[in-house]
């Protein structure tokens, strides 16, 4: 491909050739695309990994939590006068008891690693097959000290202050 130029200083006209771009230029727009390509991809990965690891991190808190949140709730919907007990069962270990008033319970235990719930009447033996599971827990301890009662799970504690008084023994 030919051109001509004017030369101001000169006062004359050149003619110059150029060369067409040839298979190199496109080879370099071409790679030029691939880098950037190849960088918005893993940033989607890397983003999309980030995310999941965030995600994956909140579920776990919350399920964590859930099971002492639940714990709290119930023992404080059932917070009557003599109605929070504590007992040790010789198959089941620690059993958190609160009574209703009208001779049935809620009972709280470990059954093979579930923290698990019943409700029947107060005197009735522990039946897991007739109780819904709350979760996985290996550790369920409750202490009391006063109108304080604190219950560690495997998942971490809570602390409640009953306002009926005390916990019955």
Not at 87 to 115: F, H, I, K, M, P
Not at 136 to 163: K, M, N, P, W, Y
């Amino acid at each position: 491909m030919e051109y001509s130029e004017y030369s101001m200083e000169t006062g004359t006209t050149e003619r110059r050739r150029t060369r067409p771009a040839g298979p190199s230029t496109g080879l370099f727009a071409i790679g030029i695309a691939g880098l950037f390509l190849a960088g918005f991809l893993m940033l989607v990965v890397l983003g999309a990994h980030s995310y999941r690891g965030t995600v994956s991190g909140q579920t776990g808190n919350g399920d964590r939590r859930a099971q002492l949140s639940y714990l709290a709730t119930i023992v404080k919907a059932n917070d009557l006068r003599d109605a929070v007990s504590v007992s040790q069962d010789g198959r089941y270990g620690t059993v958190l008891t609160l009574e209703d008033g009208w001779g049935y319970a809620t009972r709280l235990y470990v059954n093979e690693g579930q923290l698990t719930e019943d409700y029947a009447a107060v005197d009735s033996p522990l039946d897991p097959e007739e109780g819904q599971v709350i979760g996985a827990t290996s550790r369920f301890d409750v202490t009391h000290q006063g109108d304080l009662l604190r219950i560690a799970l495997d998942e971490g504690e809570v602390v409640l202050r009953l306002r009926s008084g005390e916990v019955r023994p």
